[in-house]
Every structure is written in C-alpha cells, then in structure tokens.
C-alpha cells in the first residue's frame, strides 16, 4: 500500500542507455513520481546505475521488482523482444507501466500486451515522446490551424551512412532480425508514423518494399513505403541505412503552403505559404523524454489524457508490419 496516494513510485526494468538522460532523469524531476527501484541482469550493472542517480533498491530479477509492494508502476526500458514477457507480468500484477517503443516486434505481441492492460483497465503508456515535445506540438498547431490549408500527401526521407559498428559486424540488437525485423527502421520510423497518426488519424492501407542490401546484418536495411490515412491523406517514406550522407526530412503538402521539419535532427521548423517562410528553432529538454513523462503523471493523477497510450501503439505496430511484409 502506497502510504503517499500523491506520489507515484516507479521502478525500470533495464536501466541502459536509454535511461541514462533521455528518460531515467525525467522521472526524478517530475514532481509527483518518484524511482525507488531498478533492474538489471548484470546486478554490478544495477547497483552502480541505482548508486548514481540516488536509487534506494536494485535488482537483478525482473519479477521482484515488479512484485515489490514498494513498486507502484513500472518503465520497462529493454530491447522489444522481451516487452511482452515483461508486459504481461505486469499487467498481471495490476501495476501501471510505460513501455519503450516500438510496443513490440510486431503487431500481433503488440496487440496481446495492450490486452493485458485493458481487460484489467490498467493503464499502458508507451515512450512515443514526440507527441508531447513543444517542436512537434507547433508543427500540430499549425496543421489544426490550417496554416498550409488542406493537406493532401506528407513524405518522409531517411537515410544514413552504416556505422561503425555496422561495419564492424559485431553483434547489435537493433539490427537482430529476431529483434527488430525492420532493423533501425523499427528503432526509429516508428515514431515518425507514429507521429503522422497523430496529425492525420489512423492509417487504412499501408505497403512497401523491404530487402537488406549491404548484408552486414541479419535485419533489413532499405524500406520504401506509401499508405493511406482514413482522412483521404497520402503518404510516402524511404529508409535507407546504407548510404554516403544524412538526410531526414519531412515534408507536409498542404492546398495552400508546406511544412518542412526533422524527426531526429534538430534543425528549424519551416512554414512556407503564400504569406511568406516562418522558421522556428525550438530546442528540446535536456531529458528528452520530460513533457511525455510529466503528462503520464496528469493522466495518473486524472488531470488530462496521455497522448501516446496502448492502442496507438498497436496502431504503429500495424502499420510498420504492413510495410514489412514480404
């Protein structure tokens, strides 16, 4: 029993990278949330993380985390692979959880786990945090306002050169195809259809061609896709993991103007219209996953709805194993 029905306590599962800054910080500043509890396979791993940023408990074993009394609700931060083993469990427990994205490494895994949360009316956040950051909420603002009129088609290219740790052959989970199918498509087109689902509405049709061209790795590394929002709203993607320079640019076409931005490069927003070019830099917190965090604890506290719940991540899921389909 929470002695404390205004503070929420939480305990992660997987404390890596991911938590060092982006996340793991965003928690211990919002007011109201509290971490008293981290997990970890590697327990050296999990103490030393817990001793740094001033946790009380560490763990080693996942089902004693979750079934500690002083557990309240749980972040589950490890590769997808293991979301629904860990999601059920959960779930089961009655706990509130947060789950990285992608929900999971396809849409049926996907869609058990949102289940699991639903049949108990438990709520499921997952870490699609561009919906809350303000450089995105600006650019809905100025889709809801019609700023570029009706818009019509939205395209995104991403494309990169391999890394050295591509080249090198080592052994990476983002582009295990037991993992992650999609390779870094999964890892990070995500939330990018993610997001455009939550401009446009959910998607009706999606397909695409997908083949590993370099062979440095088992998952796929080129995706080319088109899809159909039920609003009447086309779209178009290519990903490609294997060439000379970086682009990531997103282009929204309106009857009346276009919205150019970036899904990973911080860069200006621009508005091109009749009217003129409006740019706009707009920097994210240091830990970039603080507003997603902050409006988990309104929801928790029945102050406002979380934009990026289990359903619109199952959504995602779909979406992306439509594109993949050979």
């Not at 395209?155 to 740790?165: A, E, G, V």
Request: charged share 25%.
């Amino acid at each position: 029993m929470n002695p404390n029905p205004k503070k929420i306590r939480w305990g992660i599962i997987g404390c890596g990278n991911v938590t060092e800054l982006k996340s793991g910080p965003a928690y211990q500043k919002t007011v109201g949330f509290e971490i008293v509890a981290v997990m970890r396979r590697d327990k050296e791993k999990a103490a030393d993380y817990a001793k740094r940023h001033g946790i009380k408990k560490y763990y080693s074993n996942a089902d004693d985390l979750i079934n500690d009394p002083e557990v309240d609700a749980v972040y589950i931060a490890t590769p997808p692979d293991s979301h629904k083993f860990y999601g059920l469990k959960v779930a089961l427990a009655g706990k509130p959880c947060c789950i990285e994205k992608p929900l999971a490494p396809n849409y049926e895994d996907s869609l058990a786990i949102h289940e699991a949360f639903l049949s108990k009316n438990i709520p499921l956040f997952v870490a699609y945090y561009r919906r809350a950051l303000p450089r995105f909420e600006n650019i809905k603002s100025w889709v809801d306002n019609k700023e570029i009129g009706e818009i019509r088609h939205i395209n995104w290219n991403y494309f990169r050169p391999p890394s050295s740790l591509d080249l090198s052959k080592e052994y990476n989970w983002r582009t295990d195809s037991a993992i992650a199918p999609g390779g870094y498509f999964d890892d990070l087109a995500s939330h990018g259809l993610d997001f455009f689902v939550y401009l446009f509405g959910k998607v009706a049709v999606a397909s695409g061609i997908s083949l590993n061209q370099q062979k440095l790795y088992s998952s796929k590394d080129a995706i080319t896709a088109n899809w159909l929002h039920e609003s009447g709203i086309t779209g178009s993607g290519s990903w490609n993991f294997g060439c000379e320079f970086l682009e990531d640019t997103v282009t929204i076409y309106g009857s009346k103007g276009k919205i150019t931005f970036s899904l990973f490069e911080e860069n200006n927003i621009v508005l091109e219209t009749e009217k003129g070019k409006t740019e706009m830099f707009i920097a994210h917190p240091e830990n970039v996953q603080l507003y997603h965090v902050q409006k988990m604890k309104e929801h928790l506290f029945g102050e406002s709805t979380h934009p990026s719940l289990g359903e619109s991540a199952v959504h995602a899921n779909w979406i992306m194993d439509r594109i993949l389909l050979p």
